[in-house]
């Protein structure tokens, strides 16, 4: 087992709070998402990548912002895409 932690995970100090309980993207193209994750940079909130159109990924290849945090109120985890890791908070 590696001894690896991303070092983008470790940097968040302040968990950032979804704007809006709702993907923005698929709200303007009228699509359905199944959860939702919020970009620990910026704050836009995103659909997983259950979701069909995998919105928080999108957002987090285009805009070089790695980390999100799930906006499920039952859940408080973050995730980096670019390292493919989680950390429980």
């Not at 995970?9 to 709200?27: D, F, G, N, S």
């Not at 290849?61 to 995730?79: C, F, I, M, N």
Request: with cysteine; net charge negative.
């Amino acid at each position: 087992m590696s001894d690896f932690t991303c070092g983008h995970l470790t940097a968040i100090k302040t968990v950032l709070q979804p704007r809006a309980h709702e993907c923005e993207e698929c709200v303007k193209i009228g699509a359905q998402w199944v959860h939702l994750r919020t970009c620990q940079t910026c704050g836009k909130t995103g659909c997983c990548d259950q979701s069909p159109n995998r919105h928080a990924r999108k957002h987090a290849k285009s805009s070089g912002h790695h980390v999100v945090a799930s906006a499920e109120s039952d859940e408080r985890w973050l995730y980096c895409f670019e390292d493919d890791a989680f950390l429980d908070y």
